[in-house]
Every structure is written in structure tokens, then in C-alpha cells.
């Protein structure tokens, strides 16, 4: 009787478990597959949003090759063309010259831009940079390009004195649709990094500020930065972003609080499934804003969340919300 009931037993812990493991089973498939009825974000509308961000923010200006000029753009900014420094085929060239120009101050403009401040040191090693300005610079006659033969000086908006801080210049692509690795400049070839010059002039109500100014040799985006210096320990960091969801469809950032500096997560952990950084190179105890944006049925999509780099960092986002565009750059760039 006892070896009736023991079989009896027997079966029934096999059958349950069994039953416990196909549950189990149904559950993780529930999980890991989306729903094809939710709406997914569009990689290739995103891209082009940014594009269009890009295109949108371009100034126009209009100089005598000849003649030259110095232009003032919208937020301040200062390009000075001397005569005969803009040419074709290493001649200068005459009439009317198409002068385009893009100037980014913020963190809104970076995100809506995707022109982040990370940087490429010589050894190859992508670390975080603090920036005073990027800028893209082009010219051009009838549709046609054209070319710097004597360089341009490029100068920042006016700081107070207090908040001056001297910049090297860094490049990034020389076309309006290139990326955002920035790479420190040696615009006159003599093998040293480009440094900003200070140069002090009036402010509002009789005050002095103080600009950046440096030249530039070749048309494109130029950048006044420097290196941030963090010191301590550092770790890595993962994002973990929800289902459907990776680097070929939405953008994923971290803004370092107290700093013009945004971090672009760019790499995609194929094991983890996750966004992830370079080197470990995020120190501990920082305190950070992370960002994402999606483009969902054209509609903008973002999240933002605050918090403290911790050692191996992991941060979940979800739960993405609709907005503006204007709503979005407001909020980037009302973070500390």
C-alpha cells in the first residue's frame, strides 16, 4: 500500500511540475514578444527629424567675396570673413557668397539636433567633454561649394569674466548631416591642439564679457570645449530601454547636472540588450539626467529621469510620453 501511494505521489509532483514549467514558459514568452498592435518607434523618422532640426536651425547670410564682412548671428555669435578669403580651386572668388551658419548654445539644441559633446582623445578613447559652442560653418555660390583660403575667425557669445573658461577647439564632420565624435583641431597644421583666445568686450549695461575666438581653416563644425576632469572611481553603465526598442530606432543620452556636457549612449549591447557606454569612464556619485527620444507614428516621444551614478550602474526607462518639440527643449534645458 505504501509503495501504491508512493508512486501515486510520484506522478502527481511530475505533473505538477510539469505544469508549473509550461506556465513558467508561457509567461516568458508573454513577456519577450510585443504586442503587434503597439505603435513602435521609427527609426528612419527620427533621423530624419533630426536632419530636419538641423536644416531648420541653419542661418543665412549673404558677404562679398571680395569685400568680406563680419556677421553677427542670432545668439551672439561673430563670423568674420576678411576679403578674398573664400574661394574655388584655390582662387578667390567675386559676387555674392551663401553663408550658412549653426550655433548651439544648450542641451535642447543638442538632443533635437543629436549633436552631443563626446570626444575622441588621440588614443581612441571617447570620454566626456564640458562646451562652450558648436558650430557649423559653410559657403557656397549658385550651389556651388567653396572652399577657406584664409581662415575665418569664428567668436563665442559674451560670458561674464566669472564664468570664463579657456576652450580648445574640436571638429567634428565637415558636412551638415555628419555625427557628433568630436576630435581636437590643429586648423593651422603646426601640430599642436587649437586653443580659443580670450578676448574682453562690452556687455549689457556698461559690463564686460569676455569671448571666445579662433579661427577655422576648413568649413564644417568646429566646437569650444575641454575635457572634463573627474576624479575618483569610475564605473560602467547600462540602459536598459523597454522592448523593441534599440539603437537603430531611438536616442538615448546622459546630461551631466551643473554641466553643458551630454553624453550620446551610442553603443548597443547585443548580449545585455541594453545601451551602454565606452570605457566605464561615468564617475561614481555623479549626478546626472538621463534622456530618451523616440519617433512613434511622427509624433515626438521622450523620457526624462534624474539620478546618481552608482558602481555598475544599471537605469530602466519606460513609459516614454508624447511631446512638442518646443515642450521637450524647455524641459532639457530647464535641468540643472
Known amino acids: 500500500m505504501k509503495t501504491h501511494f508512493k508512486h501515486i505521489n510520484q506522478a502527481f509532483r511530475t505533473g505538477l511540475a510539469v505544469l508549473l514549467l509550461g506556465s513558467l514558459t508561457t509567461l516568458t514568452s508573454c513577456k519577450e514578444k510585443n504586442n503587434p498592435e ?15 532640426n538641423r536644416e531648420a536651425a541653419v542661418q543665412h547670410f549673404t558677404v562679398g567675396g571680395g569685400t568680406g564682412g563680419a556677421l553677427t548671428a542670432d545668439h ?31 542641451k535642447g539644441a543638442m538632443v533635437l539636433q543629436d549633436m552631443s559633446t563626446s570626444g575622441i582623445k588621440p588614443n581612441g578613447d571617447v570620454e566626456a567633454l564640458n562646451s562652450a559652442g558648436e558650430f557649423y560653418l559653410n559657403a557656397t555660390q549658385n550651389g556651388q561649394q567653396l572652399e577657406v583660403l584664409t581662415p575665418i575667425s569664428i567668436q563665442s557669445r559674451g560670458v561674464a569674466p566669472a564664468d570664463f573658461q579657456s576652450m580648445q577647439v574640436f571638429r567634428a564632420g565637415d558636412a551638415l548631416d555628419d555625427g557628433d565624435k568630436w576630435e581636437e583641431a590643429d586648423e593651422d597644421n603646426d601640430g599642436e591642439t587649437d586653443n580659443a583666445e580670450g578676448h574682453e568686450g562690452p556687455g549689457p549695461n556698461g559690463s564686460f564679457v569676455l569671448n571666445s575666438v579662433f579661427d577655422v581653416s576648413d568649413f564644417g563644425w568646429t566646437n569650444l570645449d575641454r575635457w ?69 507614428d511622427g509624433q515626438l516621444y521622450y523620457k526624462i529621469q534624474g539620478n546618481t551614478i552608482i558602481d555598475n550602474h544599471i537605469e530602466v526607462m519606460d513609459n516614454l510620453q508624447p511631446v512638442s518639440e518646443a515642450d521637450l527643449n524647455a524641459a532639457i534645458n530647464a535641468l540643472p
Not at 503597439?38 to 530636419?52: E, F, S, T
Not at 547636472?257 to 551610442?266: F, N, P, R
Request: with cysteine.
Open 38 to 52: 503597439d505603435p513602435m518607434p521609427n527609426g528612419q523618422a527620427l533621423h530624419a527629424r533630426i536632419l530636419d
Open 76 to 106: 551672439g555669435t561673430k563670423i568674420i570673413i576678411s576679403p578674398n578669403s573664400i574661394g574655388l580651386n584655390g582662387q578667390p572668388v567675386t559676387g555674392n557668397i551663401d553663408i550658412e551658419f549653426i550655433e548651439i548654445y544648450d
Open 228 to 296: 572634463s576632469s573627474y576624479t575618483g572611481p569610475k564605473t560602467t553603465l547600462f540602459i536598459d530601454v523597454p522592448d523593441g526598442y534599440d539603437e537603430t530606432n531611438c536616442n538615448v543620452y546622459v546630461s551631466y547636472d551643473g554641466e553643458t556636457g551630454l553624453a550620446k549612449m551610442d553603443i548597443w549591447d547585443t548580449t545585455q540588450e541594453m545601451f551602454t557606454e565606452h570605457y566605464g569612464s561615468l564617475p561614481i556619485g555623479k549626478e546626472v539626467h538621463f534622456i530618451m527620444i523616440a519617433d512613434i
